[in-house]
């Protein structure tokens, strides 16, 4: 007599509909091979501001194996957002190192059906942006075509497609496309399209295009740069712009609280170091103070200005609250776009410093 158990677990095995966000660092066994202390610093220091954008985009880490981190979202607006932020975020990070020594995370995006197995998450759904993010540049960000038709009339981003791409052990081929940029962020690595699919109606066309394309391609590339240009002559005029002034009894549009790491980098004394703190946007002005140190306690005040434009200036200072003194003082520039500061700078003889926070929701009333 047959054995009914099987059936009975897949009666009672959940299954649900699921967006998910794969990634994993670009050329990590090299960087491990170089340099496995640093890479490992880094890495940890990305991987906090990862996990805290994640939740700050109401997403879920369900998985980590080395190098790889996969996460859940009930939103493909909203893993998009989170992905495009976790780049922006990382490359200020990356800036502050050499180019052989970036740690940098290639990321794919799936929206499908999975399966729920405790607190893990499997199935093709999960399968599929693990091969989307193969598909994807150091710092850059691949999505299926389930995903760009959630989200292609809500965002402000740019697509390449790389038409219907055949990835090892997925069954159906699958439409990818790539993310070139996103308009807070601004450009994104992009890879060259390949493993599309041509018919002949598209040799056909691209025949005809060969031959009359010459006198179009010269027109159109004037016509580019004649938008490029106007667009720079734009947001040069914007960058220019005078520091906002926010009338009395109304609220500037960066207004509210902030919050997400500072991080200091590594030194060959010290190893790289990330705290959570948070901040208060009113008007053009950035503020917050709090105590660090178990023993000799340590007082934090930190002021700055924030631009209409969302470019921004930070100081921090470290006062002794035994006798106040000074005893260092982080100097940081950087931009607020989309609900993120992302701020770079130095202290104590050149040691780099980075701010990552994101804007905080406001409670319910």
Not at 49 to 58: D, I, P, Q, T, W
Request: aromatic fraction near 6%; hydrophobic fraction near 40%; glycine fraction near 10%.
């Amino acid at each position: 007599m047959p054995d009914g158990n099987d059936n009975t677990n897949a009666q009672f095995l959940e299954r649900k509909l699921a967006t998910i966000l794969s990634a994993d660092v670009a050329e990590f066994s090299r960087l491990m091979g170089e340099d496995e202390e640093q890479t490992l610093g880094i890495f940890r220091g990305h991987r906090q501001v990862f996990e805290s954008l994640v939740a700050m985009h109401r997403g879920r880490v369900f998985n980590t194996a080395g190098d790889a981190i996969l996460a859940e979202f009930n939103s493909a607006v909203e893993a998009v957002r989170c992905a495009t932020d976790i780049q922006a975020a990382l490359r200020t990070r990356n800036d502050q190192l050499p180019p052989s020594r970036q740690v940098r995370f290639r990321i794919g995006i799936n929206l499908g059906d999975v399966m729920v197995h405790g607190q893990d998450l499997l199935g093709d759904g999960v399968n599929v942006a693990a091969r989307l993010q193969t598909a994807a540049e150091p710092g850059g960000i691949c999505i299926s075509g389930s995903v760009h038709d959630q989200i292609r009339n809500k965002l402000s981003l740019s697509f390449q497609s790389l038409g219907e791409m055949n990835f090892k052990n997925i069954q159906q081929p699958v439409r990818t496309f790539s993310i070139t940029e996103a308009e807070d962020h601004g450009a994104l690595p992009a890879p060259k399209p390949r493993g599309a699919k041509s018919t002949p109606v598209q040799w056909i066309v691209a025949g005809l295009l060969l031959v009359a394309g010459v006198g179009y391609w010269s027109y159109a590339v004037k016509e580019r740069i004649k938008a490029d240009r106007t667009r720079e002559i734009a947001a040069g005029a914007r960058s220019a712009e005078a520091p906002a002034v926010t009338p009395a009894g109304s609220a500037g549009r960066f207004d509210g609280a902030y919050s997400g790491p500072i991080c200091y980098g590594e030194t060959k004394k010290e190893p790289e170091r990330c705290y959570q703190a948070k901040g208060t946007i009113s008007g053009s002005k950035i503020a917050s103070t709090w105590t660090m140190g178990r023993e000799e306690k340590v007082n934090m005040f930190l002021d700055g200005h924030v631009a209409k434009s969302g470019d921004l200036n930070i100081e921090i200072e470290m006062r002794s609250q035994a006798d106040g003194s000074r005893l260092a003082r982080i100097d940081l520039t950087g931009t607020l776009r989309g609900g993120l500061i992302s701020a770079s700078g130095s202290f104590l003889k050149g040691r780099p410093a980075t701010l990552n926070w994101h804007k905080v929701p406001d409670a319910p009333h």
